[in-house]
């Protein structure tokens, strides 16, 4: 039976509903939508009451008996489940081992698992050589940077070369590490902070804590320390059901330490808060429309004040958590006239001039792409190579631009209609600017004879070309900004989870720089409840995941030099929640909030401005403040038509020519003489444990040259 109503004694409508959804997941094994199930999640998290209704009786020792019986169940699938992956994973590694083996191709991780010692087993010294004695290579001085970014298994390869170095004591030797604990943010692919920590005790070192910050105004580190000071201790982690995230907030407020400004440096720092949602819109969108408003504001009001008092232009970095925001704002940012691009600049695809250039190029392979030739029918582009209707022959077309690439190449190609593009009034500046940027990638590769154009198009998709005009205004991830900075830092995407909890896997590392001790397929977090081993994996890798959320958070903040603008969503009647925006508003907001602007750090001072750039003259007592220009470079002037280097067709592909009558050759002597050197020396492995025996080394000559005086004249040379 089911509690009843007080007013009609009419059994709970959830609760029957409850019921009906237990006996029908359990009548189908479906262990997954039984966890789901909101009355037996409730008892699982230790709630033992359910619709205003007491769990009691008859009812809790039914879902006590459930609970053992799920717990069984799903630890028997999980197990399976874990044997036949770690199979599979066997099968595939030994495969792929194989394959790398037989076509000589590794990645660069391969070099670091290839020398880390496993098991006790080092591959190095198995060989009988210690890596940092090779070939006479004594190393005095290890210098190792960004530590807290170092992944266990590079550590275990270095180990023995630090503990070596650190050994001794004479002052010959010397052992440097720089490390942040804070600003750890690549736990995806490993890193392991808590190396750091173990390396002054492991090592027998004196930490020094730097705690003068060089790039930062105070105003600006004062922000960051009013937001991470106590971050433990905050609100927002007062959830009960969020306690995990409240012991990650006081792990990380252990190892924060204020901030101390070494330069006296003016800013500002403000909390916004965008618009509310509008219907049609996606969640995110407000918050980035607010963005490309207060990017474009800030950055023609600072380019005016920079102008007037000669300082040179301010950098402006939006820094996003993800990459798929990106495109969008790059974009919003240029629909304004104010010209972004990413890390490294973006595609040239970014321009409508490129863009119906390589459909020109893509409908010379593909002639019977009408797609592509009504793009180029919307361009000057065919009028100048003599077609006037596309569309109505595409063939024709294709045919011309093949023969004028087979005749002179691509680039000279993209130099005869630049002036067409610059001519046409459909484009804009950016356009034809980022089209001569085409047309000097097509230079670059003007060693090459593209018989495809689809390669040329494919290698302009990918390639990442910096336009300098766009370099003010840079639009990254926190993760792409590492070890950056800039004057103006705008951070639009705050209103994220600390932690998703997706992971494919769930694992435990007992000892920082040791082999993992635990790995599991991830059973989800309601089935990791119901074991108390799975819970503990789970929540170890739910608290790393808000650490580095937290050092995503201040690494972004710390980008900024002079402005910081935290830009978050409209909570509505929440206060953000456990979000990066939760965090921030928490920490700095007091008053209720009156319109966009939430909060503005009191100190602020909006008459900044970057500092002067400063030239030293040599035969001068004071520095002079000058404003460096880009330079304006050109190509010579020239009368004739530019021809580039072309390739005939045999070397496309590449890699080198023989002659046959080169190959008839008969070898010189230096050829076999260097052979036999070589073969000899390949005999020996390790120079001062060489024992030089002549007719053994003779022999093995023997197996290149016959002519025993050629051998023995190589053995003495």
């Given at each position: 039976?089911?509690?009843?109503?007080?007013?009609?004694?009419?059994?709970?409508?959830?609760?029957?509903?409850?019921?009906?959804?237990?006996?029908?997941?359990?009548?189908?094994?479906?262990?997954?939508?039984?966890?789901?199930?909101?009355?037996?999640?409730?008892?699982?998290?230790?709630?033992?009451?359910?619709?205003?209704?007491?769990?009691?009786?008859?009812?809790?020792?039914?879902?006590?008996?459930?609970?053992?019986?799920?717990?069984?169940?799903?630890?028997?699938?999980?197990?399976?489940?874990?044997?036949?992956?770690?199979?599979?994973?066997?099968?595939?590694?030994?495969?792929?081992?194989?394959?790398?083996?037989?076509?000589?191709?590794?990645?660069?991780?391969?070099?670091?698992?290839?020398?880390?010692?496993?098991?006790?087993?080092?591959?190095?010294?198995?060989?009988?050589?210690?890596?940092?004695?090779?070939?006479?290579?004594?190393?005095?001085?290890?210098?190792?940077?960004?530590?807290?970014?170092?992944?266990?298994?590079?550590?275990?390869?270095?180990?023995?070369?630090?503990?070596?170095?650190?050994?001794?004591?004479?002052?010959?030797?010397?052992?440097?590490?720089?490390?942040?604990?804070?600003?750890?943010?690549?736990?995806?692919?490993?890193?392991?902070?808590?190396?750091l920590g173990s390396l002054e005790q492991r090592l027998n070192l004196k930490a020094k804590p730097l705690e003068k910050n060089y790039r930062s105004s105070p105003l600006i580190l004062k922000t960051v320390d009013q937001v991470f000071e106590n971050?433990?201790?905050?609100?927002?982690?007062?959830?009960?059901?969020?306690?995990?995230?409240?012991?990650?907030?006081?792990?990380?407020?252990?190892?924060?330490?204020?901030?101390?400004?070494?330069?006296?440096?003016?800013?500002?720092?403000?909390?916004?808060?965008?618009?509310?949602?509008?219907?049609?819109?996606?969640?995110?969108?407000?918050?980035?429309?607010?963005?490309?408003?207060?990017?474009?504001?800030?950055?023609?009001?600072?380019?005016?004040?920079?102008?007037?008092?000669?300082?040179?232009?301010?950098?402006?970095?939006?820094?996003?958590?993800?990459?798929?925001?990106?495109?969008?704002?790059?974009?919003?940012?240029?629909?304004?006239?104010?010209?972004?691009?990413?890390?490294?600049?973006?595609?040239?695809?970014?321009?409508?001039?490129?863009?119906?250039?390589?459909?020109?190029?893509?409908?010379?392979?593909?002639?019977?792409?009408?797609?592509?030739?009504?793009?180029?029918?919307?361009?000057?582009?065919?009028?100048?190579?003599?077609?006037?209707?596309?569309?109505?022959?595409?063939?024709?077309?294709?045919?011309?631009?093949?023969?004028?690439?087979?005749?002179?190449?691509?680039?000279?190609?993209?130099?005869?209609?630049?002036?067409?593009?610059?001519?046409?009034?459909?484009?804009?500046?950016?356009?034809?600017?980022?089209?001569?940027?085409?047309?000097?990638?097509?230079?670059?590769?003007?060693?090459?004879?593209?018989?495809?154009?689809?390669?040329?198009?494919?290698?302009?998709?990918?390639?990442?070309?910096?336009?300098?005009?766009?370099?003010?205004?840079?639009?990254?991830?926190?993760?792409?900004?590492?070890?950056?900075?800039?004057?103006?830092?705008?951070?639009?995407?705050?209103?994220?989870?600390?932690?998703?909890?997706?992971?494919?896997?769930?694992?435990?590392?007992?000892?920082?720089?040791?082999?993992?001790?635990?790995?599991?397929?991830?059973?989800?977090?309601?089935?990791?409840?119901?074991?108390?081993?799975?819970?503990?994996?789970?929540?170890?890798?739910?608290?790393?995941?808000?650490?580095?959320?937290?050092?995503?958070?201040?690494?972004?903040?710390?980008?900024?030099?002079?402005?910081l603008e935290l830009l978050v969503r409209d909570p509505g009647k929440t206060d953000g929640g456990v979000t990066p925006a939760g965090i921030v508003r928490v920490a700095l907001v007091d008053a209720e909030p009156d319109g966009q602007l939430l909060w503005r750090?009191?100190?602020?001072?909006?008459?900044?401005?970057?500092?002067?750039?400063?030239?030293?003259?040599?035969?001068?007592?004071?520095?002079?403040?000058?404003?460096?220009?880009?330079?304006?470079?050109?190509?010579?002037?020239?009368?004739?038509?530019?021809?580039?280097?072309?390739?005939?067709?045999?070397?496309?592909?590449?890699?080198?020519?023989?002659?046959?009558?080169?190959?008839?050759?008969?070898?010189?002597?230096?050829?076999?003489?260097?052979?036999?050197?070589?073969?000899?020396?390949?005999?020996?492995?390790?120079?001062?444990?060489?024992?030089?025996?002549?007719?053994?080394?003779?022999?093995?000559?023997?197996?290149?040259?016959?002519?025993?005086?050629?051998?023995?004249?190589?053995?003495?040379?």
């Amino acid at each position: 039976d089911v509690p009843c109503n007080k007013g009609d004694k009419k059994p709970k409508k959830l609760w029957l509903k409850a019921r009906d959804a237990m006996v029908d997941a359990l009548a189908r094994e479906d262990w997954e939508g039984l966890l789901t199930g909101t009355l037996f999640t409730k008892f699982l998290g230790g709630s033992y009451a359910y619709d205003r209704a007491p769990i009691e009786g008859p009812w809790l020792d039914t879902l006590a008996e459930l609970r053992v019986y799920v717990t069984k169940a799903m630890r028997a699938r999980l197990v399976v489940r874990n044997e036949r992956a770690f199979e599979l994973l066997k099968r595939y590694e030994a495969i792929l081992e194989d394959v790398k083996r037989e076509r000589g191709r590794y990645e660069f991780s391969d070099i670091t698992r290839l020398l880390a010692p496993v098991d006790g087993f080092d591959p190095i010294k198995s060989r009988g050589f210690d890596l940092a004695w090779r070939m006479d290579a004594t190393l005095h001085h290890l210098l190792l940077d960004e530590f807290q970014d170092t992944a266990p298994m590079q550590w275990r390869v270095l180990d023995a070369m630090a503990e070596e170095v650190c050994a001794v004591g004479g002052g010959e030797k010397s052992f440097f590490c720089v490390g942040d604990k804070k600003q750890s943010i690549y736990g995806w692919r490993s890193a392991e902070p808590r190396l750091l920590g173990s390396l002054e005790q492991r090592l027998n070192l004196k930490a020094k804590p730097l705690e003068k910050n060089y790039r930062s105004s105070p105003l600006i580190l004062k922000t960051v320390d009013q937001v991470f000071e106590n971050i433990g201790s905050l609100s927002v982690f007062s959830d009960p059901d969020k306690q995990v995230h409240a012991q990650a907030a006081a792990r990380f407020q252990e190892c924060y330490k204020g901030h101390i400004a070494a330069k006296d440096l003016q800013g500002v720092a403000e909390l916004r808060q965008a618009a509310p949602v509008a219907d049609g819109q996606k969640k995110w969108e407000p918050v980035v429309e607010l963005a490309v408003e207060r990017v474009v504001a800030l950055s023609e009001e600072l380019a005016e004040r920079c102008k007037m008092a000669g300082r040179p232009q301010v950098t402006i970095g939006v820094l996003v958590r993800s990459n798929k925001v990106i495109p969008f704002l790059i974009k919003k940012l240029q629909d304004r006239n104010a010209l972004a691009s990413g890390e490294g600049g973006n595609p040239l695809t970014d321009s409508a001039a490129v863009l119906h250039f390589l459909s020109l190029l893509h409908l010379a392979d593909h002639p019977s792409d009408s797609m592509a030739a009504f793009h180029v029918s919307t361009s000057p582009l065919p009028a100048a190579l003599g077609c006037a209707d596309p569309m109505a022959d595409p063939r024709g077309l294709s045919r011309l631009v093949r023969d004028r690439m087979s005749r002179s190449g691509v680039d000279v190609l993209c130099s005869d209609l630049e002036p067409a593009v610059q001519a046409w009034d459909g484009y804009s500046d950016w356009d034809r600017r980022r089209y001569r940027q085409l047309g000097d990638l097509a230079f670059a590769q003007s060693g090459r004879m593209w018989l495809r154009a689809d390669r040329f198009v494919d290698l302009v998709r990918e390639r990442k070309i910096e336009d300098p005009a766009a370099s003010r205004i840079k639009v990254m991830t926190v993760h792409a900004s590492k070890g950056l900075e800039f004057d103006v830092v705008v951070l639009p995407e705050l209103d994220i989870p600390l932690t998703y909890n997706r992971w494919p896997f769930l694992t435990s590392r007992s000892e920082p720089r040791g082999m993992l001790t635990a790995v599991t397929l991830n059973p989800g977090k309601q089935a990791a409840m119901l074991d108390s081993n799975l819970q503990t994996l789970f929540e170890e890798q739910s608290m790393r995941d808000v650490e580095e959320a937290l050092c995503v958070l201040y690494v972004g903040m710390t980008r900024a030099r002079h402005h910081l603008e935290l830009l978050v969503r409209d909570p509505g009647k929440t206060d953000g929640g456990v979000t990066p925006a939760g965090i921030v508003r928490v920490a700095l907001v007091d008053a209720e909030p009156d319109g966009q602007l939430l909060w503005r750090h009191p100190d602020s001072c909006d008459s900044w401005l970057p500092e002067p750039e400063v030239l030293e003259d040599s035969g001068a007592e004071d520095a002079v403040n000058s404003v460096a220009e880009d330079p304006k470079l050109a190509l010579a002037p020239s009368a004739a038509l530019r021809r580039s280097f072309t390739l005939p067709p045999s070397k496309e592909e590449g890699g080198t020519t023989a002659l046959g009558a080169d190959l008839l050759k008969p070898a010189k002597d230096g050829f076999w003489r260097g052979s036999l050197v070589h073969r000899y020396m390949e005999a020996i492995e390790w120079p001062g444990e060489a024992d030089l025996d002549m007719n053994a080394l003779l022999a093995i000559g023997a197996e290149i040259d016959p002519d025993e005086g050629r051998r023995r004249a190589a053995f003495s040379y």
